[in-house]
């Protein structure tokens, strides 16, 4: 297998949220689509979870529901399944994501289950950030 390039950024001040593009396949669709959105990374998701604009947007039928539990109590979403790219070029097929309403200025939160799959690191050194996603090389 390859390595993978890393995924990193370098925000020229402190940041309080880490704000990367991803691009989203359609998967519980009856037509395949695909659009990008801002996504943030949040250590404390378990799982990763959309807006449902991206949920229309994308044309995506709801597979299942599941409780989702936040700072404002618990709620049943529905679950849809996509691909995720990240701009590294990392693509993870037919995942479940959750669609729940949030921030506004984003259409999707990346949460453990995308953050397990690698080396999440975010140094914030002198006034800026740097942030950095790297799929580690499987063993041969």
């Keep these: 297998m390859a390595k993978k390039i890393p995924l990193t950024y370098t925000y020229a ?6 704000i990367t593009p991803v691009y989203l396949y359609g998967v519980s669709a009856s037509v395949p689509k695909d659009t990008v959105t801002n996504a943030l990374w949040d250590t404390g998701a378990t799982f990763s979870v959309i807006m449902p604009k991206v949920q229309q947007e994308l044309g995506l039928i709801p597979t299942g529901s ?3 539990r936040g700072v404002t109590g618990t709620q049943k979403v529905p679950v849809v399944i996509l691909t995720i790219e990240l701009p590294n070029d990392l693509l993870k097929q037919n995942i479940e994501v959750a669609v729940c309403n949030f921030s506004s200025d984003i259409g999707m939160i990346i949460g453990m289950d995308i953050i397990t799959l690698g080396n999440f690191v975010l ?7 740097e942030f950095s996603f790297t799929i580690p090389p499987q063993n041969q």
């Design 66 to 68: 599941r409780l989702v």
């Design 123 to 129: 140094l914030h050194t002198g006034d800026h950030t």
């Design 13 to 18: 001040k402190l940041q309080r949220r880490i």
